[in-house]
Nanobody, 115 residues
C-alpha cells in the first residue's frame, strides 16, 4: 500500500503564493506519475497539474503561467508552487500518485484564498 500525504495548505490573500508538497511512501517513486487535483466547495474535483516520470509537466489552462509542478525523486515528493492565487481557487487540493496503473490519493490539504 502506498501512503500519500499532502501538506502546505493554509490561508493566503488574493495574489499571494503557496507551495504544496506531496510525499509518497515506497521505493519506486522515480517511476510514478504525480498529479494535483482540487475540489472547491459544492463543485466537482478538477485536475490541476501533472508531472511524469521524466519530470515533464502539464497544466490545466486555468493555472498555466501561475502554477509550477515539480518532483524530487530523492525526497519522494511532488510539489506545486502556486502564485497569484485567486479567491475562486479556494479548495481542498489533493495529490494523486499513479504507479503501475494503480491510483493512490492523499486526504488533501485546504487552501483558502481570502482577504
Amino acid at each position: 500500500q502506498v501512503q500519500v500525504v499532502e501538506s502546505g495548505g493554509g490561508l493566503v490573500q488574493p495574489g499571494g503564493s503557496l507551495r504544496l508538497s506531496c510525499v509518497a511512501s515506497g521505493s519506486f517513486f522515480s517511476a510514478v506519475v504525480g498529479d494535483w487535483y482540487r475540489q472547491a466547495p459544492g463543485k466537482q474535483r478538477e485536475w490541476v497539474a501533472r508531472v511524469n516520470g521524466n519530470s515533464i509537466p502539464d497544466y490545466a489552462d486555468s493555472v498555466k503561467g501561475r502554477f509550477t509542478i515539480s518532483r524530487d525523486n530523492a525526497k519522494k515528493t511532488v510539489s506545486l508552487q502556486m502564485n497569484n492565487l485567486k479567491p475562486e481557487e479556494t479548495a481542498v487540493y489533493y495529490c494523486k500518485i499513479l504507479w503501475l496503473g494503480r491510483e493512490f490519493w492523499g486526504k488533501g490539504t485546504l487552501v483558502t484564498v481570502s482577504s
